[in-house]
């Protein structure tokens, strides 16, 4: 299996392309160990899922060669039903598998999926997007008074990064005096306050060190949210050395993370990153809907298929629960619904259409995001399909 942190968008997009003359059977299996220790659950609701696409193809509601697709399927069953295997560790298991060639893609993620099982002319990616999305590479941060870790969140899985110590330097030796006990007209600080001052500054100089590495890092590594923890003490000190261009996807918890185990650590960041994404989501439906009027936004299926086409678009949101109808031009270009185009001639009608307008997306290095319920919120006028654009 590939780790789901491991795919990109070369990936995804060549995923977006393929198709089978006979369809792309899409797996998604939701693998919890905790509650279901040897999946025999889980294995039971894909037989069934399985079994039914199974009768569908028998029974003719399915289209396409039958006999052919039921064969198929049935020789595809083996390197189906290790989907859940308990000896595996992955929680989120994906599979897309052609039906009428060897070619198989198998992805491993941290975090749950919803179970699937679908058999469309390509791989049925929409799940697949939401797991990107949500998943998407976040910064972790845990400054103490000897330590700082710098750890990666992305798709699930924590890892360390870098590890940043303290280093402690011994204060020269300083004769205790009293404030005014020196010669005339010279005041001398305690000692205690000297060595105090001496803290501050290291401390301050420890956290402008932490905060330069954290920030190149974020660069490299392509951290679209970062998260400082360093308790009530240096939490906000912190925060506050960013660089400016990076504080807007800077946030705080002031708890103290650093004792916690590795398991309880990740936990805890994967509870803030899903919190984190569900107040992203709600903040960009109402950025585009205010973009509108200012002619950087794009409501509706009509707008958002023009503006795909002049390659305009900058972040692309749907609703991945909506079907959304449409066709494309002899010159490639896409319409929405029954639209036509400028010579009036009619287009083909597109069955996927909605996977057309994401690998337009891709083609054109626009950022997705599906949004379930969309419909039924911000954009509820719209179909729940709007767009953030570049010009």
Do not use: C
């Not at 028998?58 to 039958?66: F, H, K, V």
């Not at 198989?104 to 469309?120: E, G, I, Y």
């Not at 960041?269 to 973009?291: C, G, N, P, Y």
């Not at 958002?304 to 629960?321: C, F, I, K, Q, T």
Request: glycine share 10%.
């Amino acid at each position: 299996m590939v780790a789901l942190e491991q795919f990109d968008e070369d990936d995804l997009r060549d995923l977006s392309r393929r198709t089978d003359r006979l369809g792309v059977l899409s797996v998604y299996v939701n693998a919890d160990l905790v509650h279901d220790p040897n999946l025999q659950g889980a294995a039971i609701d894909l037989k069934n899922r399985f079994r039914e696409l199974q009768r569908r193809i028998a029974d003719g509601t399915e289209s396409g060669p039958s006999r052919e697709v039921a064969d198929a399927l049935e020789r595809l069953w083996p390197r189906i039903e290790p989907l859940v295997s308990p000896t595996d560790s992955a929680r989120g298991r994906v599979a897309f598998a052609a039906l009428d060639s060897d070619w198989m893609l198998l992805l491993a993620s941290a975090m749950p999926v919803t179970n699937r099982l679908v058999l469309d002319d390509g791989p049925f990616i929409h799940p697949l997007l939401e797991l990107l999305d949500e998943g998407r590479a976040a910064g972790i941060v845990i400054v103490s008074e000897t330590e700082a870790r710098l750890l990666e969140w992305r798709a699930g899985s924590l890892q360390m990064v870098s590890r940043m110590e303290h280093e402690y330097v011994e204060a020269p030796h300083e004769r205790a005096g009293h404030i005014g006990g020196g010669p005339s007209g010279q005041i001398n600080s305690p000692k205690r306050e000297q060595r105090q001052d001496r803290e501050r500054g290291r401390a301050e100089r420890f956290v402008d060190q932490v905060t330069k590495v954290a920030a190149e890092l974020a660069a490299e590594r392509g951290w679209k949210r970062i998260l400082v923890s360093g308790g009530e003490r240096l939490t906000d000190p912190t925060i506050s050395r960013f660089p400016q261009a990076l504080r807007d996807i800077v946030f705080a918890d002031t708890r103290v993370l650093n004792g916690l185990d590795d398991a309880a650590l990740a936990a805890t960041v994967t509870e803030w990153a899903h919190q984190q994404h569900s107040e992203h989501e709600s903040r960009l439906l109402k950025r585009i809907r205010d973009a509108v009027g200012s002619g950087t936004g794009a409501l509706g299926l009509s707008e958002v298929a023009a503006a795909l086409n002049s390659g305009r678009v900058a972040h692309l949101v749907y609703d991945p629960e909506v079907r959304y109808v449409g066709t494309i031009g002899a010159d490639g270009a896409l319409y929405g619904g029954d639209e036509i185009g400028p010579n009036a001639a009619p287009g083909t009608p597109e069955s996927r259409f909605t996977e057309r307008l994401v690998e337009r997306a891709l083609e054109t290095g626009a950022r997705i995001s599906p949004v379930e319920g969309a419909a039924g919120a911000e954009l509820s006028a719209a179909a729940g399909i709007g767009a953030l654009l570049r010009w």
